[in-house]
T-cell receptor, first 116, second 119 residues
Framework: AQSVTQLGSHVSVSEGALVLLRCNYSSSVPPYLFWYVQYPNQGLQLLLKYTTGATLVKGINGFEAEFKKSETSFHLTKPSAHMSDAAEYFCAVSDRYGGSQGNLIFGKGTKLSVKP | GAVVSQHPSRVICKSGTSVKIECRSLDFQATTMFWYRQFPKQSLMLMATSNEGSKATYEQGVEKDKFLINHASLTLSTLTVTSAHPEDSSFYIC???????????????FGEGSRLTVL
């Protein structure tokens, strides 16, 4: 069975500082990996995804993530935090061979706070 | 980009009543839509998969008679919470999978969510 672990339910950084949100997964097959952002009382917006190819994936709003198979990780980073980055971030995994991207397994989420 | 709209965004109802939540894909067709439930400060849990023109597939532990799903067209799925009780209060989110229209095939787009409060 697949699972996703997000280390740290709450991360706080200063504006301009590096953002690092950790995500580890377990899967018996190479997975599809996703990062979503959720603003208060809103749905989810896709930040980036890894399916195949380059392991360093660039997404929207300056975020990027690197798929490291040996570490079963897909950590999300941004070089310089902005106040508008404050939100809840979810890592998700999908079974590559499952055929349905709807079978997303979500992590518990990490709330990012950005201090002025 | 693709837009998925949910309505209503917030609803308050009395215990015992039924509430319908709509999920629409505004600029693309979606043969498959998904319904999730999110408890406070927790992750999303897939409730059911809604397929246009056929019965929904429910996840284990989700009562299909309580959470009625209808996928009447390629752009609309509805979730009806029947005989709602306070424990049904939650944030319900839908997503739709694009199958055409120039969008990345299979990519999921999420609605804004609907917050249900049952008094």
């Amino acid at each position: 069975a697949q699972s996703v672990t997000q280390l740290g339910s709450h991360v706080s950084v200063s504006e301009g500082a590096l953002v690092l949100l950790r995500c580890n997964y377990s899967s018996s097959v190479p997975p599809y990996l996703f990062w979503y952002v959720q603003y208060p009382n809103q749905g989810l917006q896709l930040l980036l995804k890894y399916t195949t190819g380059a392991t360093l994936v660039k997404g929207i709003n300056g975020f990027e993530a690197e798929f490291k198979k040996s570490e079963t990780s897909f950590h999300l980073t941004k070089p310089s935090a902005h106040m508008s980055d404050a939100a809840e971030y979810f890592c998700a995994v999908s079974d590559r061979y499952g055929g349905s991207q709807g079978n997303l397994i979500f992590g518990k989420g990490t709330k990012l706070s950005v201090k002025p | 980009g693709a837009v998925v709209s949910q309505h209503p965004s917030r609803v308050i109802c009395k215990s015992g009543t039924s509430v319908k939540i709509e999920c629409r894909s505004l600029d693309f067709q979606a043969t498959t839509m998904f319904w999730y439930r999110q408890f406070p400060k927790q992750s999303l849990m897939l409730m059911a998969t809604s397929n246009e023109g056929s019965k929904a597939t429910y996840e284990q532990g989700v009562e299909k008679d309580k959470f009625l799903i209808n996928h009447a067209s390629l752009t609309l799925s509805t979730l009806t919470v029947t005989s709602a009780h306070p424990e049904d209060s939650s944030f319900y989110i839908c997503s739709a999978r694009a199958v055409s229209g120039g969008l990345p095939d299979g990519e999921l787009f999420f609605g804004e969510g609907s917050r249900l409060t049952v008094l």
